[in-house]
């Protein structure tokens, strides 16, 4: 197991220089924008442009970026979203933002989407199922921003329960802070509530009619027993990776949520450093999100031998 | 008798409790006595910041009660570093921590104007802030001492000593005295930094002398004859030499010499690799020479010279002497402690002086603060975390900046250690209502904080909290008629930009899957269809249906733009603007009462003349062979799809809706023509662009038509007819030829003929000879009546060119929060309506929750 796991680091390493360097060239290939003509400060952006090497062979400019951050942990200096700043700083005050709101988020998501998940299942063709499916179906239609226009209308402005936008600050774990983003967590949630229930649902239904269910009854455990000792267990197989592909969406944000609830999160970095060639930013967000998703992955995998035994990781038979 | 020492006891102690009272009040009702109202004014000096004779007393707000400016914005800056800064969201967010040594003031019996018939409030002055005084000429002084620094036989308008108040501090402490300034210049010029704002200190016209030396000393400077606004053949002609000339191989090829130089001479034979050829082809490896001799220059071998390319490329060097000092180079200097002096490489007074020339705030910064804040990076740039955090931003400005999130909010609380909230001379004015004097700014803290939609900026507006909200083309049915709308004019004019590019047209038609039996574009090119599309469109419709923030234009110059900055005078209100527009438009003034009037009837929509000229064109369009009508019934055979350059991926709503009006207003307008149903607007997506790139589609003539508008210059409209005249700034570059198209006007009795761009040169200051005989019209040698008939007569001419076709003024119209008042309400393109510092409140933040409280309670929201 310890080998299998030092193998997929290893080959995560490779994987992650690979992405890094095709991120890297790619994003210094667009063209940057033509400079006006007359305008006087033209003449100090090339001066600026020469200084900062954009006119050098792309693989000397990685070997810089490189060595800036393995000498020095420096991803660079923001040289158009945020003049002046280290990037890695710039990248680390707006995380907290995005992870608070989404990890409030699943908190309560994934047990209500599962349970939901759960009792529809168990409640098969009654209208407890069709009830829950129906209105999964329509939740997930329909993109989460919509809900936050709605919510954002009706529970801010119309009954005045809370706050129009996040509150500013840093006090995460205050009151203020927590009603101020109730909003925003009920926009996001809808969607992966009805994501894992419909999952739960489908799973857990095929599980429910296996023979090693039938065993178990006629063993003489009880519905429940057998439920959640035999049929939740399996059909996790297919629930965790996407508890997990959830916390992954933690960290990368939703750029429209965050702008309606004006969350100062890292939703739109990515993109915004697209636009704006501000290749420090991009290639941090980049590297950063790459690793967050390599890593991910191996969780996922590793974690699919705790939950069915059956699964060995890394086994040559 | 006791009875009377009673009643005088009692009457003398009441007479003590208010004495008391009094003496102890600060609230709302509290005044302060003011010195003499002499300060500022044009051309006066005021006293420097005591002077004696109180004549009138300040009434001062309650120094307990808090009055928030809750304002919104949808990005704020990651950095605002005045050095540095790059965009107008960074300038939003640092106009709070700076001040200059002048500033604009409403006109009102303390800052009187010139002229005795102004009444207050309908224009400005410029006084004294952190100035004690008015800028005093040294330029003799400056000539005898320094004499390269000015030219030779100058006596005045080059330099200039600023008297500094003494009570100047930042937040931080630190005492700003005329010193601080020179840190600060030395600091812009900081050779590692590259200041993007470097150049507004040393390459303006009214930069400073010697500025530049100081930047670039011990290096060499490319510069591309477009910067330097001028062409290959101007510099040859002017006596430049063809040895002193390098191209920029570092733009052109993307690579330096062995010795790390972005330029190499173009007479220079070391041959350089060609990236784009492989190795081993045909001229793998090209000299500098080879490829000038070959292909770039005027005669080259191939004939492929173009002018543009080459004045994009090609330029000159300048070598910079190593080591210079400071104080022998730069001509900005403390001459005191309080007085510093300042020496521009153009000669300036008043008003170009006051708003070109100084760019203090520019320059002063925390000089401690400041160079903790320079760091070297990996790649060995160098970079500053100045002014890109709360605490990396000293102010010496109104307010401080208290709070500061990144992307989320900013907050701002009054700056104690400010000098004007003690000032009682210029930082006072006369309420036009209550004729009381107060201090300005009433404001005591403002939230500026980033949101996204403008949805949620309304519903928090109408929730009390927000104090402006920017109206909507949905909004205009509820809001239209509120007595809070405030309407907010722009100087730019948007215009309808066609193209008439031939070469383009001619090579898309040339182009596979162009059928020219079905479809046909140069039609564009006829002077009656050009003429019939101007008058096709009823502007007012346009802005009625699409936004409220325009108002139909029908001149080049914006509704605001100031033809004299002295009085304030709009170009768009006189009477030989009038009188263009009436030209062009054909409009008999003789019909009409006043010219007033005449004007007024301009609607720049004539369906008659449209389908009479489309009739024309017709005819024209067949002439020339650009289309067919085989079966001889009359209509065109072909169909013009005309492309409208839409600068984004994908069309969204708002541009689709303008897409369609264009489109009906054709279809409507070509109806009993030949070209019913023929004509037609379809969008053409040029990528998401943050430049200019939809508008060089229409300068290359691969697209035909889109929205397009300059802005700035909103106080020197002669300087913005460089848009129009200059190549390198002009749309119709390729078409329209302003040194071929000539201009007569007579002015002062004499009629001068001389082409449209040389009357624009000398309209700005520069000599034009004509016939031997050498004019300029610039500010200093001819009177504005002069000057606007020029500026008319190239209006006119611009307007005849059926390239830009105006449609729309831009401005604003918005909700302003019960919580507020504008001591105005007349706009003014300079004060606007006073902005923050003359903004007074009906109700204190506690005052205002109430309110609010009650009226949402009743009406479930603000109404307006």
Same mark, same amino acid.
């Given at each position: 197991?310890?080998?299998?796991?030092?193998?997929?680091?290893?080959?995560?390493?490779?994987?992650?220089?690979?992405?890094?360097?095709?991120?890297?060239?790619?994003?210094?290939?667009?063209?940057?924008?033509?400079?006006?003509?007359?305008?006087?400060?033209?003449?100090?952006?090339?001066?600026?442009?020469?200084?900062?090497?954009?006119?050098?062979?792309?693989?000397?400019?990685?070997?810089?970026?490189?060595?800036?951050?393995?000498?020095?942990?420096?991803?660079?200096?923001?040289?158009?979203?945020?003049?002046?700043?280290?990037?890695?700083?710039?990248?680390?005050?707006?995380?907290?933002?995005?992870?608070?709101?989404?990890?409030?988020?699943?908190?309560?998501?994934?047990?209500?989407?599962?349970?939901?998940?759960?009792?529809?299942?168990?409640?098969?063709?009654?209208?407890?199922?069709?009830?829950?499916?129906?209105?999964?179906?329509?939740?997930?239609?329909?993109?989460?921003?919509?809900?936050?226009?709605?919510?954002?209308?009706?529970?801010?402005?119309?009954?005045?329960?809370?706050?129009?936008?996040?509150?500013?600050?840093?006090?995460?774990?205050?009151?203020?802070?927590?009603?101020?983003?109730?909003?925003?967590?009920?926009?996001?949630?809808?969607?992966? $509530?009805? &994501?894992?229930?419909?999952? !739960?649902? #489908?799973?857990? @239904?095929?599980?429910?009619?296996?023979? %090693? +269910? /039938?065993?178990?009854?006629?063993?003489?455990?009880?519905?429940?027993?057998?439920?959640?000792?035999?049929?939740?267990?399996?059909?996790?197989?297919?629930?965790?990776?996407?508890?997990?592909?959830?916390?992954?969406?933690?960290?990368?944000?939703?750029?429209?949520?965050?702008?309606?609830?004006? $969350?100062? &999160?890292?939703?739109?970095? !990515?993109? #915004?450093?697209? @636009?704006?060639?501000?290749?420090?930013? %991009? +290639? /941090?967000?980049?590297?950063?999100?790459?690793?967050?998703?390599?890593?991910?992955?191996?969780?996922?995998?590793?974690?699919?031998?705790?939950?069915?035994?059956?699964?060995?990781?890394?086994?040559?038979? | 008798?006791?009875?009377?020492?009673?009643?005088?006891?009692?009457?003398?102690?009441?007479?003590?409790?208010?004495?008391?009272?009094?003496?102890?009040?600060?609230?709302?009702?509290?005044?302060?006595?003011?010195?003499?109202?002499?300060?500022?004014?044009?051309?006066?000096?005021?006293?420097?910041?005591?002077?004696?004779?109180?004549?009138?007393?300040?009434?001062?707000?309650?120094?307990?009660?808090?009055?928030?400016?809750?304002?919104?914005?949808?990005?704020?800056?990651?950095?605002?570093?005045?050095?540095?800064?790059?965009?107008?969201?960074?300038?939003?967010?640092?106009?709070?921590?700076?001040?200059?040594?002048?500033?604009?003031?409403?006109?009102?019996?303390?800052?009187?104007?010139?002229?005795?018939?102004?009444?207050?409030?309908?224009?400005?002055?410029?006084?004294?802030?952190?100035?004690?005084?008015?800028?005093?000429?040294?330029?003799?002084?400056?000539?005898?001492?320094?004499?390269?620094?000015?030219?030779?036989?100058?006596?005045?308008?080059?330099?200039?000593?600023?008297?500094?108040?003494?009570?100047?501090?930042?937040?931080?402490?630190?005492?700003?005295?005329?010193?601080?300034?020179?840190?600060?210049?030395?600091?812009?010029?900081?050779?590692?930094?590259?200041?993007?704002?470097?150049?507004?200190?040393?390459?303006?016209?009214?930069?400073?002398?010697?500025?530049?030396?100081?930047?670039?000393?011990?290096?060499?400077?490319?510069?591309?004859?477009?910067?330097?606004?001028?062409?290959?053949?101007?510099?040859?002609?002017?006596?430049?030499?063809?040895?002193?000339?390098?191209?920029?191989?570092?733009?052109?090829?993307?690579?330096?010499?062995?010795?790390?130089?972005?330029?190499?001479?173009?007479?220079?034979?070391?041959?350089?690799?060609?990236?784009?050829?492989?190795?081993?082809?045909?001229?793998?490896?090209?000299?500098?020479?080879?490829?000038?001799?070959?292909?770039?220059?005027?005669?080259?071998?191939?004939?492929?010279?173009?002018?543009?390319?080459?004045?994009?490329?090609?330029?000159?060097?300048?070598?910079?002497?190593?080591?210079?000092?400071?104080?022998?180079?730069?001509?900005?200097?403390?001459?005191?402690?309080?007085?510093?002096?300042?020496?521009?490489?153009?000669?300036?007074?008043?008003?170009?002086?006051?708003?070109?020339?100084?760019?203090?705030?520019?320059?002063?910064?925390?000089?401690?603060?400041?160079?903790?804040?320079?760091?070297?990076?990996?790649?060995?740039?160098?970079?500053?975390?100045?002014?890109?955090?709360?605490?990396?931003?000293?102010?010496?400005?109104?307010?401080?900046?208290?709070?500061?999130?990144?992307?989320?909010?900013?907050?701002?609380?009054?700056?104690?250690?400010?000098?004007?909230?003690?000032?009682?001379?210029?930082?006072?004015?006369?309420?036009?209502?209550?004729?009381?004097?107060?201090?300005?700014?009433?404001?005591?803290?403002?939230?500026?904080?980033?949101?996204?939609?403008?949805?949620?900026?309304?519903?928090?507006?109408?929730?009390?909290?927000?104090?402006?909200?920017?109206?909507?083309?949905?909004?205009?049915?509820?809001?239209?008629?509120?007595?809070?709308?405030?309407?907010?004019?722009?100087?730019?004019?948007?215009?309808?930009?066609?193209?008439?590019?031939?070469?383009?047209?001619?090579?898309?038609?040339?182009?596979?899957?162009?059928?020219?039996?079905?479809?046909?574009?140069?039609?564009?090119?006829?002077?009656?269809?050009?003429?019939?599309?101007?008058?096709?469109?009823?502007?007012?419709?346009?802005?009625?249906?699409?936004?409220?923030?325009?108002?139909?234009?029908?001149?080049?110059?914006?509704?605001?733009?100031?033809?004299?900055?002295?009085?304030?005078?709009?170009?768009?209100?006189?009477?030989?603007?009038?009188?263009?527009?009436?030209?062009?438009?054909?409009?008999?003034?003789?019909?009409?009462?006043?010219?007033?009037?005449?004007?007024?009837?301009?609607?720049?929509?004539?369906?008659?003349?449209?389908?009479?000229?489309?009739?024309?064109?017709?005819?024209?369009?067949?002439?020339?062979?650009?289309?067919?009508?085989?079966?001889?019934?009359?209509?065109?055979?072909?169909?013009?799809?005309?492309?409208?350059?839409?600068?984004?991926?994908?069309?969204?709503?708002?541009?689709?809706?303008?897409?369609?009006?264009?489109?009906?207003?054709?279809?409507?307008?070509?109806?009993?023509?030949?070209?019913?149903?023929?004509?037609?607007?379809?969008?053409?997506?040029?990528?998401?662009?943050?430049?200019?790139?939809?508008?060089?589609?229409?300068?290359?003539?691969?697209?035909?038509?889109?929205?397009?508008?300059?802005?700035?210059?909103?106080?020197?409209?002669?300087?913005?007819?460089?848009?129009?005249?200059?190549?390198?700034?002009?749309?119709?570059?390729?078409?329209?030829?302003?040194?071929?198209?000539?201009?007569?006007?007579?002015?002062?009795?004499?009629?001068?003929?001389?082409?449209?761009?040389?009357?624009?040169?000398?309209?700005?200051?520069?000599?034009?000879?004509?016939?031997?005989?050498?004019?300029?019209?610039?500010?200093?040698?001819?009177?504005?009546?002069?000057?606007?008939?020029?500026?008319?007569?190239?209006?006119?001419?611009?307007?005849?060119?059926?390239?830009?076709?105006?449609?729309?003024?831009?401005?604003?119209?918005?909700?302003?929060?019960?919580?507020?008042?504008?001591?105005?309400?007349?706009?003014?393109?300079?004060?606007?309506?006073?902005?923050?510092?003359?903004?007074?409140?009906?109700?204190?933040?506690?005052?205002?929750?109430?309110?609010?409280?009650?009226?949402?309670?009743?009406?479930?929201?603000?109404?307006?």
């Amino acid at each position: 197991m310890i080998k299998y796991v030092l193998q997929r680091i290893l080959y995560m390493f490779f994987v992650f220089m690979i992405i890094m360097f095709m991120s890297f060239v790619l994003i210094r290939m667009l063209p940057l924008p033509a400079l006006a003509p007359n305008d006087p400060h033209t003449e100090i952006l090339e001066i600026r442009r020469e200084a900062l090497g954009y006119n050098k062979p792309y693989l000397e400019q990685f070997w810089i970026f490189i060595k800036g951050i393995v000498t020095k942990w420096d991803w660079g200096t923001s040289e158009k979203l945020y003049i002046g700043r280290d990037v890695w700083s710039v990248f680390m005050e707006k995380l907290p933002a995005t992870m608070i709101v989404n990890l409030y988020s699943i908190l309560w998501t994934i047990p209500v989407g599962i349970a939901l998940g759960v009792w529809a299942a168990l409640k098969k063709n009654t209208w407890v199922d069709y009830t829950i499916s129906t209105l999964t179906m329509v939740v997930i239609s329909v993109p989460s921003f919509v809900y936050a226009f709605i919510i954002q209308y009706l529970l801010c402005f119309k009954l005045r329960w809370f706050p129009f936008v996040m509150k500013a600050g840093t006090d995460y774990f205050s009151w203020a802070m927590f009603k101020s983003i109730i909003p925003p967590i009920l926009a996001l949630s809808f969607g992966v $509530i009805a &994501g894992f229930c419909r999952t !739960t649902r #489908a799973e857990l @239904t095929e599980v429910l009619t296996s023979e %090693f +269910m /039938l065993l178990a009854r006629t063993k003489g455990l009880t519905k429940t027993q057998a439920t959640v000792r035999h049929a939740l267990r399996n059909c996790f197989v297919v629930v965790v990776p996407g508890i997990f592909g959830e916390f992954i969406g933690i960290i990368g944000g939703s750029l429209i949520i965050e702008n309606i609830f004006s $969350i100062p &999160g890292v939703g739109g970095l !990515t993109l #915004a450093a697209i @636009t704006n060639l501000d290749y420090n930013i %991009f +290639m /941090l967000s980049t590297c950063f999100y790459t690793a967050i998703g390599l890593a991910a992955g191996l969780v996922v995998d590793i974690s699919y031998g705790f939950i069915d035994p059956r699964i060995r990781m890394g086994s040559k038979k | 008798m006791s009875t009377m020492k009673k009643l005088l006891a009692v009457l003398l102690a009441l007479a003590m409790i208010v004495a008391m009272a009094a003496a102890c009040n600060n609230g709302d009702s509290g005044t302060t006595t003011g010195p003499n109202s002499t300060g500022g004014g044009e051309g006066t000096t005021p006293p420097a910041t005591e002077p004696a004779g109180p004549t009138y007393t300040i009434t001062e707000f309650d120094p307990n009660a808090k009055y928030t400016y809750n304002d919104w914005t949808t990005s704020i800056a990651g950095s605002w570093n005045v050095h540095n800064y790059q965009s107008e969201n960074s300038n939003e967010i640092f106009q709070y921590l700076v001040d200059s040594f002048y500033t604009f003031a409403f006109n009102d019996e303390l800052h009187p104007m010139k002229d005795p018939t102004r009444t207050p409030f309908d224009g400005y002055v410029i006084i004294p802030s952190m100035a004690s005084g008015m800028p005093v000429d040294v330029t003799a002084e400056v000539a005898a001492e320094h004499p390269d620094w000015v030219p030779e036989g100058a006596t005045s308008g080059y330099a200039w000593a600023i008297p500094m108040r003494e009570d100047l501090y930042f937040d931080t402490g630190y005492h700003i005295t005329a010193n601080s300034y020179v840190e600060g210049m030395k600091r812009i010029l900081d050779q590692r930094l590259q200041n993007y704002r470097s150049t507004d200190v040393y390459k303006n016209t009214y930069g400073i002398v010697g500025a530049e030396d100081y930047f670039f000393q011990g290096q060499e400077n490319f510069q591309s004859f477009t910067d330097m606004g001028t062409t290959y053949e101007e510099y040859i002609a002017n006596g430049g030499s063809v040895d002193d000339v390098f191209m920029d191989i570092g733009e052109f090829w993307g690579i330096e010499t062995a010795e790390g130089k972005t330029y190499e001479s173009i007479t220079s034979e070391v041959e350089i690799r060609d990236p784009a050829v492989p190795e081993g082809a045909d001229e793998d490896y090209v000299s500098t020479k080879y490829l000038w001799d070959n292909y770039l220059g005027p005669d080259s071998v191939s004939g492929y010279y173009q002018a543009g390319y080459v004045n994009q490329y090609a330029g000159t060097v300048k070598s910079y002497p190593a080591d210079v000092n400071y104080d022998d180079v730069v001509g900005f200097y403390a001459k005191d402690e309080y007085t510093l002096v300042e020496v521009f490489k153009a000669s300036c007074a008043d008003f170009t002086l006051f708003y070109n020339a100084i760019q203090d705030s520019l320059i002063l910064v925390e000089p401690d603060v400041y160079d903790s804040c320079i760091k070297q990076n990996a790649d060995g740039t160098w970079s500053s975390t100045y002014m890109t955090s709360k605490e990396t931003s000293p102010s010496y400005g109104p307010f401080s900046m208290t709070e500061y999130q990144t992307d989320k909010l900013v907050h701002y609380s009054r700056n104690e250690s400010w000098y004007g909230y003690h000032d009682d001379v210029n930082n006072v004015y006369k309420d036009p209502e209550d004729g009381n004097v107060y201090r300005l700014y009433q404001t005591t803290d403002i939230d500026l904080q980033k949101l996204d939609g403008v949805a949620t900026a309304k519903n928090m507006f109408l929730s009390g909290e927000l104090i402006g909200y920017g109206l909507q083309a949905a909004d205009m049915a509820e809001y239209q008629h509120s007595e809070r709308v405030f309407d907010t004019p722009a100087p730019t004019v948007f215009f309808s930009l066609l193209t008439g590019n031939k070469d383009g047209l001619d090579a898309r038609e040339a182009a596979e899957g162009f059928d020219t039996t079905k479809e046909d574009i140069q039609t564009i090119l006829c002077p009656s269809f050009r003429k019939a599309f101007a008058v096709s469109f009823d502007r007012q419709a346009y802005c009625d249906e699409t936004s409220p923030s325009l108002t139909p234009a029908f001149g080049i110059f914006g509704r605001t733009i100031i033809y004299d900055p002295e009085t304030a005078a709009y170009y768009r209100d006189t009477d030989v603007a009038k009188q263009a527009l009436c030209d062009f438009y054909s409009i008999d003034v003789s019909k009409y009462a006043s010219l007033d009037e005449a004007v007024d009837s301009i609607t720049g929509f004539d369906p008659a003349a449209a389908k009479e000229l489309y009739t024309a064109a017709f005819q024209e369009s067949l002439a020339a062979g650009y289309i067919t009508d085989a079966d001889n019934d009359g209509k065109c055979d072909q169909t013009i799809n005309i492309k409208y350059a839409v600068s984004n991926t994908s069309i969204n709503d708002a541009t689709q809706l303008r897409l369609d009006w264009y489109d009906a207003s054709l279809v409507e307008a070509t109806k009993g023509t030949p070209f019913e149903d023929k004509v037609h607007v379809v969008g053409e997506c040029v990528g998401n662009t943050t430049g200019e790139e939809f508008a060089d589609a229409i300068k290359a003539g691969t697209c035909d038509l889109c929205l397009a508008g300059w802005n700035g210059s909103a106080m020197d409209p002669y300087n913005l007819l460089q848009a129009y005249t200059w190549d390198s700034y002009s749309y119709a570059a390729e078409w329209y030829h302003p040194k071929q198209d000539m201009l007569t006007l007579t002015l002062n009795g004499e009629t001068v003929t001389m082409s449209v761009y040389d009357w624009a040169e000398c309209v700005n200051g520069n000599d034009v000879t004509v016939d031997g005989k050498t004019y300029n019209y610039g500010t200093n040698n001819a009177d504005q009546e002069t000057r606007m008939l020029i500026l008319a007569g190239i209006e006119g001419k611009l307007l005849q060119t059926f390239t830009y076709i105006p449609f729309a003024n831009n401005g604003g119209k918005s909700l302003l929060s019960w919580k507020v008042y504008y001591v105005t309400d007349e706009y003014n393109a300079v004060m606007g309506r006073g902005g923050i510092a003359y903004m007074k409140y009906n109700y204190s933040d506690a005052e205002w929750a109430d309110f609010c409280a009650e009226q949402i309670n009743a009406n479930g929201k603000l109404t307006y």
